[in-house]
């Protein structure tokens, strides 16, 4: 029983993948941008001037509520423009790179205790690394999470081995699940590819390690979580990625946060898939147009699955995927459209697919029907607080698209924050 | 950004491919007899298809296929032109077509169909099936479960409890033709059976228990009657197994994890 639930789950067909023994490249890229995510709104302030040389790490931008909280240059740089949106929106922060900038150092004297290392972070800019669960984004200055989720497994299609990136760096990963110990009361777990139990290290037991199948989404924090640890909406739950851990340790070793993180450049677009160490909100442009096909395409940060298509590489995305642009289908004819246009959403027909989608962890069919009508109670006692939009971007694919359960269950989510803010 | 395949249209389509190794054999066996009737239930179903794509914008499914295979399979013989069309016209639109189409249904068709044709005009004489086609059910019920499109769990519960109560003695071995053709074409409909797994093991058990009941009290039924109660009354039964099986997975979580 215990073999069939590592079991569950599907690989989707993504090719070319880079290959687990390729070379890994440290890139640079001239540009990189600072963007919110998708559908996340930021209120700035910016604390540079266009034009200005900043390094490394240096804060480029702070939250209009949380000041504490700063956005960070990922490369030594050239500020080249900041856009705001009326009312201080970030839209986007671009940066040229410029080898004169240096590298900003943090006093690390207060880290030993939880509020000097909670601050250490936000300065430092670790905090955008973070994710709270439920309803996604950078958790609030002063929370404390009922748990922490390590995620030292990736099993998205074309997805970089969290454990080569974390390769040679044992130590400062170890030193950053020591410090994550205190931001929480709760337990860390570290989810790892089962087998790979050595990969981990023993630290007691509010360190757990949680063995993970080779199949997505096995690998997908919100599957994990709702097995090991559910969210709620007074218990939040952090995720973390285990490189990010290993950019914590550092950071408290050395007082500088590294910057370059093991990226996949992968996707039928290209001409061969490729690793990298490249800095977050690199250019995916500059990451990939020496390796692409000739031909429209079009570039997403994050996977396959749930990627969106950006211009930067988006803070916590660690792969890229270049897709090569569909043509245009002919409208259908007017007739045909008039004919069939109530049953959008196409229903959803339970098959062992759709089972497999959700790693046969929740019940899948309950589950849609929940999100599909709208029932915020039912899908909340099925888990959905735990979950994201990411989460169920394979049963979306499985679907064909028709679905659009990753829409439904944002909008559903927002609908639960506000009636619970009320 | 990438899509996978398993859209409405594909599983019915799959779901075709199952069924067709007992369309092949049973027209086999049937002859041009058995094609009519299958020709006259695809006509009657496409007709009112296209009657709701027109008034309600409602596409239709290749579905509907499996719908008139299993009516012409299975609905009582020696019925007129009228009666069969008034048969199938009321369980296509009362038990799909008003809920939104294939994917919406609460009953399948099919069942709606032959219960309404077995109480309306009981003197009819149901069908028996030679034992090719019976046999043809396993492939049937194997493909299905290979892609996934039939639901494993309530396929092999009702074979093992089938199995199980027809070597207590408490099932007549001759209804097992047609309990097993019913099984494919009905119960395990994958809209309309229970959508949990613990709900399948029950739906199916429930399946092959109403057989045996059946079997024992019901005098003077025929094979196929009896099945098709017992898919119907199966299926109506299937929200309150799923429910079932939700209160003690909601049970479960709160025992493992304090809250759900």
Known sequence: MISLAVRAGLSPGFSPT??????????????????????????????????????????????????????????????????????????????????????????????????????????????????????????????VPAAILVMAVDT???????????????????????????????????????????????????????????????????????????????????????????????????????????????????RAPRLVRTQPGASLRGLSFHDLHPGAHVLLSGDPLGGHPAEWLAPRDRQVSALSRPEAAAPPHWLIRALTRSARPRPVIPTAALDQAFGAQIPAAAFVRALSAGDDEMAMKLGALSLLEEDVALADYVLGGEADLQGMLRVMLDRIRTEFAA | MIRGLWTRETVALMLLAAYLPLAVFWLGHGGGAAALRLALAVLVIAGWNLVFMLARAQPPSAAALVTALAVAMLAPEGLSVVQMVLGISFGTVMGELVFGGWGRNVVNPATVTLSFLGFGFPGAPWPDFVDPVAWAAIPAALIGLASGTLPGALLVSAALAGGGLAWAGLLDPDVLPAAGIVLVLLVADPVTSAATTLGRWLNGALYAGLMALFATGWAGAAPVQMAVAAALLAALAAPLLDETALTIWFARRRRRHGRL
């Open chain 1, 18 to 143: 880079p290959p687990d023994d390729s070379a890994i490249e440290e890139v640079v890229t001239a540009e990189a941008g600072l963007r919110p995510p998708a559908h996340v709104t930021l209120r700035v302030t910016p604390l540079v001037e266009e034009d200005a040389c900043v390094p490394r790490g240096a804060p480029v931008a702070c939250l209009r509520d949380a000041p504490d909280i700063c956005l960070v240059a990922p490369m030594p740089a050239r500020v080249a423009r900041i856009t705001l949106q009326p009312g201080r929106k970030l839209t986007e922060i671009v940066l040229f790179h410029d080898e004169g900038g240096g590298v900003q150092r943090h006093d690390v004297s207060g880290s030993s205790r939880p509020a000097g290392l909670r601050a250490l972070m936000q300065r430092a800019g670790l905090w955008p690394w973070l994710r709270r669960r439920p309803f996604g984004g950078m958790p609030a200055v002063d929370e």
């Open chain 1, 156 to 270: 998205r299609p074309a997805a970089p081995d969290p454990l080569v990136a974390i390769a040679g760096r044992e130590e400062s990963f170890e030193r950053g699940l020591r410090a994550l110990k205190r931001l929480t009361e709760g337990p860390v777990l570290v989810c790892h590819a089962a087998g790979r139990e050595d990969a981990i290290p023993a630290m007691g037991v509010r360190v757990q390690p949680v063995p993970v199948g080779p199949r997505h989404p096995q690998g997908a924090a919100g599957i994990r979580l709702h097995e090991a640890w559910p969210a709620g909406l007074d218990a939040p739950v952090w995720d973390l990625h285990a490189e990010d851990v290993a950019a914590l340790g550092r950071l408290l070793e050395t007082g500088t946060l590294p910057m370059n993180r093991l990226v996949s450049v992968a996707g039928p677009a290209l």
